[in-house]
């Protein structure tokens, strides 16, 4: 064999990504990725949770705009914007790597708004964003925990949603929400069932308001009712059964939310203003009616008028009588109201 001729590539090397001179790999078009420090042990898989640490700033004049000391995400669940998303899937415990992305890899055409809870600056529209991650951890897939390992993991998840909710993304925060519910059945935990009960009432409360903002109606109703049916004296829920009843003009369901509030917190200025509101709502209601009927007992005026006129010789010498008839029983219904 001649020893100056090219060795054959390694398989490793088969379809790798294309390093730039600045060291950075290309992902995809548009996302760029560049390995500081490689980690050890295997890359992370598909639905591994990654415990890691990272800061997002603008591209274009590096304002950073969000710092993140530690968060457990999982690869696959889009608890974070796509190009970071991709970059996760690159992790190893200890790696530390710098992601760029275009704005329709990061927060899009919308951007996001700022959150004072979170520390967090608003990223206006179309934002190029760089992310520089440290990752801690590996941790394990989907469904291998149990226990109190599974309750911590829905924790996890519930403050995630919490974090989308604090930033407006409801779809989002109502998804992480509702996956915590799927998995979760405090009746399953006896040594922390009371703390089981706090995370699933939390997220069912978050998922009752997000369904709202979303516009979600009827499906906010079914959530409100799955909270009462686990906590059925909790402020939250009954104000917010309330809220729902009022929007669907479900008047008797209202009107047993706001009593049952007012009689377990007296002190609470929210039921009595829903209380008024239901008052009005109804007086409103009341006065439509009233309008519709008057409306109605005029147009019966004007057609039994015009049947007056009709000629004798008509073919339906029943429709004046009729006519009259119907005018006297749409008076009576107005008078009444």
Not at 90 to 115: K, L
Not at 213 to 222: F, I, P
Not at 267 to 294: G, I, N, V
Request: charged share 30%; aromatic share 8%; proline share 5%.
């Amino acid at each position: 064999m001649d020893a100056t001729a090219p060795s054959e590539p390694q398989a490793d090397d088969a379809g790798a990504p294309e390093v730039a001179e600045d060291g950075f790999e290309t992902l995809l078009p548009g996302v760029r990725y560049k390995e500081i420090a490689r980690g050890e042990g295997p890359a992370a898989d598909y639905k591994q949770s990654v415990t890691c640490s990272y800061t997002a700033e603008c591209t274009k004049t590096g304002e950073v705009f969000e710092k993140v000391e530690q968060r457990t995400l999982r690869i696959g669940d889009a608890d974070v914007p796509p190009g970071l998303e991709l970059a996760l899937r690159r992790q190893r415990a200890g790696t530390r790597a710098v992601i760029q992305a275009e704005w329709r890899f990061a927060y899009g055409e919308d951007g996001r708004p700022a959150s004072s809870m979170d520390g967090t600056k608003a990223v206006e529209p179309r934002t190029d964003v760089t992310w520089r991650i440290s990752t801690l951890s590996l941790g394990r897939g989907e469904g291998e925990s149990e226990g109190r390992d599974k309750l911590n993991e829905l924790r996890e998840k519930k403050d995630l949603g919490n974090n989308h909710f604090r930033h407006s993304n409801w779809r989002k925060a109502a998804q992480n929400y509702q996956d915590v519910l799927k998995d979760l059945n405090p009746e399953a935990y006896d040594e922390c069932r009371d703390e089981a009960v706090s995370i699933y009432v939390a997220c069912a409360n978050n998922l009752v308001f997000a369904l709202m903002k979303l516009g979600d109606w009827l499906k906010a109703e079914q959530a409100v009712c799955d909270v009462l049916g686990v906590a059925p004296d909790d402020e939250k829920a009954l104000y917010r059964a309330a809220k729902i009843a009022l929007h669907l003009s479900k008047w008797a369901e209202a009107d047993a939310a706001i009593l049952r509030g007012r009689s377990l917190y007296p002190a609470s200025p929210a039921f009595p203003r829903l209380e008024s509101a239901l008052k009005t709502q109804r007086a409103k209601y009341k006065e439509r009616r009233k309008q519709m009927s008057r409306s109605m007992a005029g147009a019966l005026f004007a057609v039994d008028g015009a049947v007056d006129e009709a000629p004798a010789s008509s073919t339906f010498p029943w429709y004046p009588v009729l006519g009259g008839c119907v005018v006297a029983v749409a008076v009576a219904v107005a008078a009444a109201l």
